[in-house]
């Protein structure tokens, strides 16, 4: 009898089975909680142990990187940055909307669409762990991170960390909600002093468990989030990475949450055993990196010194290991490993157009006096485009490393899509720039100098006090202007102030740029000019300059150190802005700010710079007047009477201009809805506090809810956004089955477009609770968006289960129903509510 060899194939699924045979955390018909237990079994200590820290940073650009094991079939983990598409200045990425324009989409499908797209293009990189999305919640419009968050509500935020979380794993990633918790400030959330002793949020536990963890919560129980992120502040006195409140008794155990906590990056971790045994899974960046900022290795060397005099249980390490390969093993990272390189080409046809969609269904439409937009040849056959925010400059995203820092930013700007659209429909478009944008300005020369350059004085401090370092004359003031002896020492920090006499070259306004990481203060004569700060000067003369810089926290972006622009005063851009808004029939004012994370606002809520004054100036002797707003949280608008629309586009993402024109045009109506309050005056809004113990005195009332109990009026509500056509609300009915009292609450009405064209609307679920349950006056707890045709209705039914309902009860430690009398409100914004029922709900 001849035997037939086997084919290559066969003899593959034989060496293949094997193998699995040997190694059975391999074997993909094993549940994965059993082969992850395999795989642990084989693990010796040190391997263990290279898998709690850091071990190569940089690799395929992971900015966090644990080593997997080739020789029993494991790969590697690959972390990366960002909430806004993949981060740390890899290219050939799109660059998505900032997370606040997905908020203001009120729309979970988009949410969840990008979570995909994110994570694909991380995926495609080589990473898979994806650091997002950030959920902290906006307590001030003045953090520094707001673009980068979602909500100022509890109920929005979870709804779109849910869709986010779901989204990034369904492709098999895993996803990194952060940062856990009470993480609202940049402003000394890397420390004071040679102790860095961090800000601590002061908050109570009802105030936690309703307003700045249910976002957490809904991530872990509804998303099944991979991992955590503790963030770098104290809460109630202890470091969050070492808070076992908040990691094991709240996150663990109340939870469930079985997946890995991760240190934020260099500050965050303070202690070996306490850290450890608080339920702080993973330290990061660790090695060296941890120690060039003067903090140990803690998860090194200190760690095996704890396990080894009995600090730290056996049982933690295993129970740490377990928690960083867990969804490895549950979402199919070890049975299909990334093969993505960080020099791949991830942008797609597909990426982009959803970062379009994104921006058509949340940008904002404030402000629409007498149907000014949209525009049409009818109603404008001259259109003026002012600012450099319509150009390639546009702020299209925050600027930090976390965000999308890419060769390719911006497609095709505003200014092109809208000169493209006029030349299709005989309409005229011209620019001018008015406002030189926001941008870094070219660094003032030498020769701009008194004596050709500065003298800079030189703390190794960060408060400018105590003895001089050294002192030095500098040719100009530039990130790399100051001496690498600074670095040689502990505590590695410094502060400078440079002082010398500036020399305008022309008469006119001036516009300087502070570029850099750090805390920086201009003055000019005597004056503070803020970052971005304007200056009239005149030609010929000789202005006293003086910069104080210290390294507290960033400025924008960039190295350590500051950068001093200028944008050297023009004569003639006044006059040609001003010629222009009189020709047009309608001028339209890109205008910005530039914030990012580590600097809180140093603005106010003020847009930078004379852009104030442009818009007021060029809005007096224009016909009409239409402002696009690209910022980062909410802003003062003092020239809000006298402009007819208002379009709140945030950072936009690199589709920005192709977006624009369609919702400018009309080809799609507007639908975004404002995730956080507008307030008319700065003190009306929680302001940034510069101490180091921060109490959240004002409690629940936070946003809309403050502005609800206070009776203050806003500039823009909550939930506030127009579209072109007009919507009714009809036939309210709420309904409870108090049979089956775990049950939900129905309520119903009739959304109709009465207006002239297709559009979207969010419907919008407030709850009022009984005088006894002791909660601000109106909480959202349920939306929809729905699109409509002109004329078309449809029939919304939002439903809130009454676990949803509960409040937190500190003498019990726990959710209670408060029985009692219960408005449900339905409305368009947290200001216009067009119907109400009242409710007796009792458990």
């Known amino acids: 009898m001849r035997v037939i060899p086997r084919s290559l194939f066969a003899i593959s699924a034989i060496i293949t089975t094997v193998f699995a045979a040997q190694h059975p955390w391999l074997d993909a018909s094993l549940a994965f909680e059993e082969r992850l237990l395999a795989f642990i079994g084989t693990l010796n200590d040190t391997q263990k142990y290279a898998m709690l820290t850091d071990n190569g940073t940089g690799v395929n650009a992971c900015i966090g990187h644990i080593s ?14 960002g909430p806004a598409g993949v981060g740390n200045s890899l290219n050939n990425v799109t660059t998505f909307p900032a997370p606040v324009v997905a908020a203001s989409t009120w729309n979970t499908s988009v949410q969840y669409a990008y979570g995909q797209a994110l994570a694909q293009e991380h995926l495609g990189k080589g990473r898979n762990v994806v650091l997002a999305p950030t959920i902290n919640i906006l307590r001030s419009p003045l953090w520094a991170r707001a673009a980068e968050t979602f909500s100022e509500d509890p109920w929005l935020t979870a709804r779109m960390a849910v869709a986010g979380v779901k989204g990034i794993q369904s492709q098999g990633a895993l996803a990194c909600p952060k940062h856990l918790a009470a993480y609202n400030q940049d402003t000394n959330r890397f420390g004071i002093g040679p102790d860095w002793v961090t800000v601590d949020a002061q908050v109570d536990r009802r105030v936690l468990h309703e307003l700045y963890l249910p976002a957490f919560k809904a991530a872990v129980q509804e998303g099944d989030a991979a991992s955590i992120m503790c963030s770098y502040n104290r809460l109630n006195g202890y470091f969050t990475c070492e808070n076992d409140w908040l990691l094991n008794q709240t996150l663990r155990q109340d939870w469930g949450f079985k997946g890995f906590v991760v240190a934020d990056w260099y500050f965050s971790t303070r202690s070996t055993v306490g850290a450890v045994m608080a339920g702080l899974d993973i330290s990061m960046p660790g090695g060296d990196l941890t120690e060039s900022y003067g903090f140990p290795d803690y998860y090194g060397e200190l760690l095996v010194d704890a396990v080894q005099n009995s600090s730290v249980p056996s049982a933690r390490i295993d129970d740490m290991v377990a928690r960083v390969w867990r969804y490895m093993f549950k979402l199919g990272q070890i049975d299909n490993p990334v093969a993505g390189d960080s020099i791949a080409h991830v942008r797609t046809q597909a990426h982009l157009d959803l970062a379009q969609q994104m921006v058509e269904d949340g940008s904002v439409l404030l402000k629409n006096a007498e149907s000014t937009l949209p525009l049409s040849s009818a109603k404008y056959p001259k259109i003026a485009i002012f600012g450099m925010d319509a150009t390639t400059e546009a702020q299209v995203s925050e600027n930090h490393g976390g965000f999308v820092i890419d060769s390719t930013m911006v497609v095709q700007a505003p200014l092109e899509a809208l000169q493209r659209r ?16 926001t941008g870094q300005f070219p660094t003032i020369p030498s020769s701009m100098f008194k004596d050709g350059g500065v003298q800079a004085t030189y703390y190794t401090n960060t408060n400018l006090t105590g003895p001089v370092n050294q002192t030095e004359f500098v040719r100009n003031i530039t990130m790399a202007s100051y001496p690498s002896a600074l670095w040689q020492s502990w505590p590695q920090v410094f502060s400078t102030i440079y002082e010398g ?9 001036y516009h300087f740029s502070l570029y850099g990481q750090g805390t920086a203060l201009l003055y000019l004569d005597g004056a503070l000019v803020a970052n971005m700060g304007v200056a009239q000067l005149e030609a010929g003369s000789e202005v006293p300059l003086v910069l104080k810089y210290d390294m507290g926290y960033s400025l924008s972006t960039g190295a350590y150190g500051v950068t001093l622009g200028v944008d050297v005063g023009n004569a003639t851009r006044d006059a040609e802005a001003d010629a222009l808004a009189q020709w047009a029939d309608v001028s339209i004012i890109f205008v910005s700010d530039r914030i990012s994370e580590g600097a809180d606002s140093g603005l106010g809520l003020s847009l930078p710079g004379d852009q104030d004054a442009v818009i007021a100036r060029l809005s007096a002797l224009s016909k009409k007047t239409v402002v696009v707003l690209n910022t980062n949280s909410a802003v003062l608008m003092p020239w809000e009477g006298s402009v007819d629309a208002v379009l709140e586009a945030w950072y936009s993402g690199q589709q920005v201009g192709l977006a624009l024109e369609r919702l400018l045009f009309g080809d799609v109506s507007p639908s975004g809805k404002l995730p956080l309050t507008f307030p008319r005056a700065l003190e009306d809004a929680v302001q940034i506090s510069n101490a180091v113990d921060v109490p959240y005195s004002e409690g629940l009332y936070v946003g809309y809810r403050a502005y609800d109990a206070s009776g203050v009026e806003p500039l823009y509500t909550f939930g506030h956004g127009l579209t072109y056509s007009n919507f009714s609300l009809n036939s309210m009915t709420a309904t409870w089955d108090d049979n089956n009292r775990s049950g939900d609450v129905s309520v119903k009405a009739t959304l109709e477009n ?11 679920l407030y709850v009022g609770y009984p005088e006894q349950a002791e909660e601000p006056p109106k909480l959202l707890k349920g939306f929809e968006k729905i699109a409509l045709h002109a004329g078309e209705s449809k029939l919304v039914d939002l439903r809130v289960n009454t676990d949803d309902l509960k409040v ?7 959710w209670v129903f408060v029985n009692g009398t219960y408005n449900f409100m339905l409305g368009f914004s947290a200001g216009d509510i067009r119907l109400h029922q009242e409710l007796e709900l009792r458990m």
Not at 70 to 78: A, F, Q
Not at 754 to 764: L, N, S
């Open 754 to 764: 009465v207006g002239p064209v297709e559009a979207r609307q969010v419907v919008q």
């Open 68 to 81: 997997g094991n080739s020789t029993l079939g494991i790969p590697d983990i690959c972390m990366g940055d």
């Open 808 to 814: 937190w009860d500190v003498s019990v430690e726990d």
């Open 501 to 509: 006499t500036f020399l305008p070259s022309t008469t006119g306004t």
């Open 422 to 437: 006029g030349a299709a429909e005989n309409i005229s478009v011209k620019y001018a720039e008015a406002y030189p944008g």
